[in-house]
Protein backbone atom coordinates (compact mmCIF):
# COMPACT_ATOMS: atom_id res chain seq x y z
CA UNK A 1 0.00 0.00 0.00
CA UNK A 2 1.37 3.16 -0.63
CA UNK A 3 2.48 6.09 1.76
CA UNK A 4 -0.20 8.07 0.51
CA UNK A 5 -3.04 5.54 0.54
CA UNK A 6 -1.86 4.81 3.64
CA UNK A 7 -2.15 8.29 5.27
CA UNK A 8 -5.12 8.87 3.58
CA UNK A 9 -6.76 6.22 4.82
CA UNK A 10 -5.73 6.94 8.71
CA UNK A 11 -7.29 10.79 8.07
CA UNK A 12 -10.75 9.09 7.78
CA UNK A 13 -10.41 7.35 10.56
CA UNK A 14 -9.19 9.55 12.59
CA UNK A 15 -11.58 12.13 11.82
CA UNK A 16 -14.52 10.36 11.58
CA UNK A 17 -13.91 8.41 15.05
CA UNK A 18 -13.31 11.65 16.13
CA UNK A 19 -17.20 12.71 14.86
CA UNK A 20 -18.73 9.40 15.74
CA UNK A 21 -17.32 9.91 19.58
CA UNK A 22 -18.71 13.93 19.18
CA UNK A 23 -22.66 12.36 18.42
CA UNK A 24 -22.26 9.79 21.16
CA UNK A 25 -21.39 12.13 23.67
CA UNK A 26 -24.05 15.04 22.44
CA UNK A 27 -26.86 12.15 23.68
CA UNK A 28 -24.59 11.87 27.19
CA UNK A 29 -25.61 15.09 27.53
CA UNK A 30 -28.79 14.99 26.63
CA UNK A 31 -29.45 12.30 28.51
CA UNK A 32 -27.65 13.28 31.77
CA UNK A 33 -27.38 16.59 32.27
CA UNK A 34 -30.28 17.96 29.70
CA UNK A 35 -27.69 20.26 28.21
CA UNK A 36 -29.10 21.28 24.67
CA UNK A 37 -26.55 23.58 23.74
CA UNK A 38 -23.41 21.50 24.82
CA UNK A 39 -25.00 19.17 23.13
CA UNK A 40 -25.54 21.02 19.90
CA UNK A 41 -22.28 22.30 20.04
CA UNK A 42 -21.33 18.53 20.14
CA UNK A 43 -22.99 18.10 16.95
CA UNK A 44 -21.54 20.56 15.20
CA UNK A 45 -18.06 19.53 16.12
CA UNK A 46 -18.46 16.60 14.74
CA UNK A 47 -20.08 17.97 11.69
CA UNK A 48 -16.30 19.56 10.92
CA UNK A 49 -14.37 16.13 11.95
CA UNK A 50 -16.71 14.59 9.50
CA UNK A 51 -16.30 17.23 6.84
CA UNK A 52 -12.67 17.15 7.00
CA UNK A 53 -12.93 12.49 6.95
CA UNK A 54 -15.50 13.36 3.95
CA UNK A 55 -12.85 15.21 2.15
CA UNK A 56 -10.38 12.71 2.86
CA UNK A 57 -12.30 9.89 1.18
CA UNK A 58 -13.14 12.44 -1.68
CA UNK A 59 -9.29 12.82 -2.37
CA UNK A 60 -8.87 8.62 -2.14
CA UNK A 61 -12.01 8.53 -4.99
CA UNK A 62 -10.16 11.42 -7.17
CA UNK A 63 -6.92 9.03 -6.63
CA UNK A 64 -9.14 6.08 -7.70
CA UNK A 65 -10.61 7.64 -10.58
CA UNK A 66 -6.63 8.52 -11.78
CA UNK A 67 -5.93 5.05 -11.69
CA UNK A 68 -3.48 5.57 -8.53
CA UNK A 69 -4.69 2.64 -6.09
CA UNK A 70 -4.67 -0.71 -6.78
CA UNK A 71 -7.10 -2.87 -5.13
CA UNK A 72 -9.10 -2.09 -1.87
CA UNK A 73 -6.86 -3.13 0.94
CA UNK A 74 -8.35 -3.78 4.60
CA UNK A 75 -7.25 -0.43 6.13
CA UNK A 76 -9.41 1.53 3.37
CA UNK A 77 -12.30 -0.72 3.84
CA UNK A 78 -12.03 -0.28 7.67
CA UNK A 79 -11.78 3.76 6.62
CA UNK A 80 -14.86 3.87 4.78
CA UNK A 81 -16.62 1.84 7.64
CA UNK A 82 -15.44 4.29 9.73
CA UNK A 83 -17.06 6.65 7.76
CA UNK A 84 -20.69 5.37 7.68
CA UNK A 85 -20.51 4.58 11.37
CA UNK A 86 -20.25 7.89 11.91
CA UNK A 87 -22.62 9.33 9.48
CA UNK A 88 -24.92 7.02 11.21
CA UNK A 89 -24.38 7.83 14.63
CA UNK A 90 -25.01 11.74 13.43
CA UNK A 91 -28.43 10.45 12.34
CA UNK A 92 -29.35 8.97 15.60
CA UNK A 93 -27.71 12.00 17.58
CA UNK A 94 -30.54 13.70 15.97
CA UNK A 95 -33.37 11.71 16.41
CA UNK A 96 -32.36 11.30 20.20
CA UNK A 97 -32.10 14.62 20.60
CA UNK A 98 -35.14 15.48 18.80
CA UNK A 99 -36.74 13.25 21.22
CA UNK A 100 -35.35 14.27 24.20
CA UNK A 101 -36.37 17.88 23.55
CA UNK A 102 -40.31 16.81 23.24
CA UNK A 103 -40.05 14.48 26.12
CA UNK A 104 -38.64 17.73 27.55
CA UNK A 105 -41.21 20.63 26.68
CA UNK A 106 -38.54 21.90 24.46
Given amino acids: MSEKLELACFNIITHVGTARSAYIQAIQVVKNEGDYEKAEQMIKDGEKEFTEGHH ?9 ANGELGGAPLLLLHA ?26 K
Fill in 56 to 64: AHADLLTME
Fill in 80 to 105: EDQLMSAESFKIIADELIAIYKRLDG
